[in-house]
């Protein structure tokens, strides 16, 4: 039988205390307390919508039991930016026409930020195809994604070496 | 989520065996690893054993060490664990190549290594590998402690020597010596985010010109994943010849026994298996010579 246990999340940098069935997944977890910006797609761990960071390392939310999760740190994509102060690689997806009808984005983004906290910072199209390859798009065809990807490393790189450039001045 | 269960989260590897020690059936408790496959098939099935213990956070079982000629890797171990290890492209070559194209990001990296073997599935991705390497299990129970050859350790379709109060806990392969090479392919509709058509491993060590270990691993073409004995017996302690290439893939096609079903038809699988065997043996002699 289920049992169910107040836990102690950390999302986006605000603790909440949830009451959470043990049979209950993170995604449910996640929009039941209104983060709806994690999609629920297939439920499967196949196409990547309900992709969230834990410490910094993407999972499928729709996988892993609430219970589970721990002292570690969730992100959604709203933990990463807004439209008031996009994220690079959010900037990137926008200028690059890599969102279309935009459910796939989010998880596309945090398997971004994924690869980058884990995987290269330099990543190469091959990279970026293994890293997404759990996120499925059915609009875009994948290229202004990866174009996207690319950008917003670039960025990345540039902006943190001019703050390191800072930093020597 | 439409199973309905309770969850055990032990903090240390002693709490976790305490915890199952009693069990008498699979369905009274199950191991959880990452959940990336128990989830969807309680998703699917609105069933589950009526408690899971999660072993996936145990810190003491997640890591890679490699020493006194050993790989050894806690059940705990990610796949991305396995893609991120410096040195695994050398110790585990083909085990590199199956991580790397198993599922997506999100499931490598959760999914762990005992998981991948527990499960049972036949198209389990790092199991050709592992068969491949010559790896063994440990299993641990407030019993005591026991290794099994990879290849005793499964006994059919999803079923295994695991008793019900038992851990998987860790799995080892000794470091390939000398001149030695694995490799592994997997056929699948895509690239990525896909599972396995048929999936194909070898290792082969040579001395003097002859085959001096040989081990074909098939995945997805019978019950539980196999060792090609008799293919290998063509090989062994002979000089690879184009004749036995082609000879050892064509026993390894007469010695498995695939199913039609939703992904690929059975004719289509043994045809791939000759192939596939075929051309991972060429690929890891030529790259020996």
Same mark, same amino acid.
């Given at each position: 039988m289920a049992n169910r246990k107040m836990l102690t999340l950390a999302v986006n940098d605000t603790v909440r205390n949830v009451d959470v069935a043990t049979n209950e997944t993170l995604l449910e977890t996640l929009r039941r307390v209104g983060a709806v910006e994690v999609k629920c797609g297939c439920e499967k761990g196949d196409c990547g919508a309900c992709a969230v960071l834990l410490d910094g390392m993407a999972v499928d939310s729709c996988l892993t039991l609430t219970h589970t999760v721990g002292a570690r740190a969730i992100t959604t994509i709203k933990g990463l930016g807004n439209a008031e102060a996009p994220h690079p690689i959010q900037t990137a997806f926008a200028e690059r026409g890599a969102a279309q009808c935009g459910y796939c984005t989010p998880g596309m983004i945090i398997a971004?930020?994924?690869?980058?906290?884990?995987?290269t910072d330099t990543p190469d199209e091959a990279d970026i195809r293994q890293a997404l390859s759990g996120n499925l798009c059915r609009c875009t065809g994948y290229t202004k994604i990866y174009d996207a990807v690319l950008e917003s490393a670039k960025v990345m790189r540039d902006t943190a070496a001019a703050g390191e450039m800072e930093s020597v001045k | 989520m439409y199973a309905d269960f309770? $969850?055990?989260?032990?903090?240390?590897?002693?709490? /976790? $065996?305490?915890?199952?020690?009693k069990s008498k059936a699979d369905t009274d408790i199950a191991p959880l690893g990452g959940g990336t496959n128990l989830v969807v098939e309680m998703r699917a099935r609105g069933k589950a054993a009526a408690t899971l213990l999660s072993v996936g956070q145990i810190a003491d079982l997640r890591g890679i060490e490699i020493a006194d000629g050993r790989v050894t890797m806690g059940a705990a171990t990610t796949v991305s664990d396995i893609l991120r290890h410096p040195r695994m492209p050398d110790v585990g070559s083909a085990l590199f190549e199956s991580a790397g194209v198993f599922a997506g990001q999100m499931v490598r990296n959760t999914a762990t290594v005992a998981g991948n073997i527990c499960c049972g599935s036949p198209a389990a991705d790092l199991v050709p590998p592992l068969l491949a390497l010559g790896a063994s299990v440990t299993l641990q129970s407030q019993r005591g402690e026991r290794t099994v050859p990879l290849d005793k350790y499964f006994t059919g379709y999803k079923t295994s020597v695991r008793k019900p109060d038992e851990l998987l806990t860790a799995i080892s392969w000794p470091v390939p010596a000398g001149k030695s090479a694995s490799r592994f392919y997997k $056929?699948?509709?895509?690239? !990525?985010? /896909?599972?396995?058509? &048929? !999936?194909?491993? &070898?290792?082969?060590?040579?001395?003097?010109? &002859?085959?001096?270990? &040989?081990?074909i691993a098939l995945g997805a073409v019978g019950p539980c994943v196999m060792r090609a004995g008799k293919a290998e017996a063509v090989l062994l302690g002979k000089a690879p010849t184009a004749e036995l290439i082609e000879k050892a893939a064509s026993v390894a096609e007469g010695e498995c026994a695939p199913i039609d079903d939703i992904r690929a038809s059975g004719a289509y699988r043994k045809q791939q298996v000759q192939v596939l065997v075929r051309r991972l043996l060429n690929q890891t002699i030529e790259s020996l010579s």
């Open positions: 971004t930020q994924s690869m980058l906290n884990n995987d | 309770d $969850l055990l989260i032990p903090e240390g590897l002693n709490q /976790a $065996l305490g915890m199952i020690a $056929l699948g509709r895509r690239k !990525g985010d /896909a599972i396995t058509m &048929v !999936g194909v491993s &070898v290792f082969i060590e040579m001395a003097g010109g &002859v085959c001096t270990t &040989v081990r």
